[in-house]
């Protein structure tokens, strides 16, 4: 692909690397992109505003107060139409910014505003690049979907060798390329996705859940909306904030999440069943709280309703995606499920491994689509894990 009509920000930092965005910037217009620079709060020690000026042609966003740009609020509309947002060289003050929300510079108040794919390009000493703080911050990132290309090893212009120096402009047009094109291989796509935890009552103020936060189907739901799909998230109470961009439909207790994924199978192409769909719920609800009396509280609790095997029997032509948390037998539990829910494709997860699944950021999954078809991945950020997913529904689905 070329980057014809294609509206890209380019963030520049403070770093010495600075001059190295001219260079990006030439190569970005070149192939027919309209290029729009937001530089911070530093970045003109090292170039000028004047250079990106008149190798953009669009006047340069780097002042948030004082300039004619900041009276028309130009952050948010430049962030409104840009189709992907690329900041190079990212210093390690601009990366922790960035990963911590804070607005206070044009650039970091521009990114702050951007709702499209990002992509940063870390360039600083290898020391700094190695600290701990750096890289929790560049894990944050990761961990929201922005891609990092990493910076390389050479000689840095401290006069060391190491890992630090600004990937080669062309790498980062590559990476553009790739990240556009990603954009929009899901359009056309109706993805229905479950989330989170359901909520079982068992008195006004008392019920049964499990820990799911959700993350995982909220990654999913975010990188195929990023990459064009129509999206429709089902999700059991979380913390998370509502993803813009889709169809959000809330529910607390497993027979509301089962009625509302039965509904809306039919016009799908796709169903991911994230949710951790709680397995028992009280025989009855008690209308009043129950009162402590001292004596022990016994409740009976019943099935809750199977909804992967629910979706099964009314599938069609969709392409269905479950998951298993297991502590024992990972693959053979999966293998399993697989065949009896007539499912394409089960992610499951080890719950008895320590630091990924239920709240963590991270999960460490092994995709099985059969028993030759078993792909185990590495300890991954979700929404990299939602990547991979994705990548199989694409490949496997069947368009009705
Ligand atoms: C000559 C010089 C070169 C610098 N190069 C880098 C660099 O490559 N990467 C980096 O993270 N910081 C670098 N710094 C430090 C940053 O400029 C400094 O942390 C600054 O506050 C970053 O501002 P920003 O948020 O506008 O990027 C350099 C500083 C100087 C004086």
């Known amino acids: 692909m070329t980057l014809k009509d294609k509206k890209i920000v380019l963030g520049v930092s403070a770093g010495i690397a600075a001059y190295k965005a001219a260079e990006l910037l030439r190569l970005m217009v070149r192939e027919g992109a309209d290029v729009f620079v937001a530089m911070s709060a530093n970045a003109g020690q090292f170039v000028t505003p004047l250079t990106f000026q008149a190798l953009s042609g669009h006047p340069v966003y780097s002042e948030v107060f004082g300039s004619a740009a900041s009276a028309s609020m130009e952050h948010i509309r430049a962030a409104e139409g840009a189709d992907l947002l690329v900041v190079a060289p990212a210093t390690a003050n601009c990366v922790a910014k960035l990963a911590n929300g804070h607005a206070d510079d044009a650039l970091s108040t521009l990114f702050l505003a951007f709702a499209g794919p990002a992509i940063v390009a870390p360039a600083m000493n290898d020391k700094m690049y190695a600290n701990p703080a750096v890289q929790e911050n560049i894990a944050k990132l990761k961990s929201r979907g922005v891609r990092i290309v990493e910076p390389e090893t050479g000689e840095l212009a401290c006069g060391v060798v190491g890992m630090g120096r600004l990937a080669d402009p062309l790498r980062i047009v590559e990476e553009v390329k790739k990240r556009l094109a990603r954009a929009a291989d ?16 068992i008195d006004p103020v008392r019920y049964i859940t499990n820990p799911s936060s959700g993350k995982m189907g909220y990654a999913i739901a975010g990188q195929a909306r990023d990459r064009g799909a129509m999206v429709t998230l089902i999700s059991g109470p979380t913390y998370l904030p509502k993803p813009d961009g889709i169809e959000f439909l809330p529910c607390q207790k497993a027979s509301e999440m089962l009625d509302l994924t039965l509904a809306r199978l039919p016009e799908c192409d796709a169903l991911v069943m994230t949710a951790a769909v709680g397995d028992f719920a009280p025989e009855s609800v008690r209308k009043e709280k129950i009162k402590k009396s001292g004596e022990p509280l016994v409740l009976k609790l019943s099935p809750t309703p199977d909804i992967l095997l629910e979706a099964s029997k009314i599938k ?18 999966a293998l399993e499920k697989l065949r009896k829910k007539r499912l394409d494709l089960i992610v499951a997860n080890d719950i008895s491994a320590p630091g990924i699944g239920f709240q963590s950021d991270y999960n460490q999954v092994t995709i099985i689509a059969g028993e030759s078809d078993i792909e185990r991945l590495p300890l991954l950020p979700k929404t990299e894990v939602a990547g991979v997913i994705l990548d199989r529904i694409k490949a496997g689905v069947r368009k009705g």
């Not at 069609?316 to 539990?333: I, K, P």
């Open 186 to 201: 899901l359009a056309g796509l109706r993805l229905l996705v479950t989330a989170g935890p359901t909520r079982e009552p």
């Open 316 to 333: 069609t032509r969709q392409y269905m995606v479950g998951f298993a948390a297991e502590s024992q037998n990972l693959v053979q539990s």
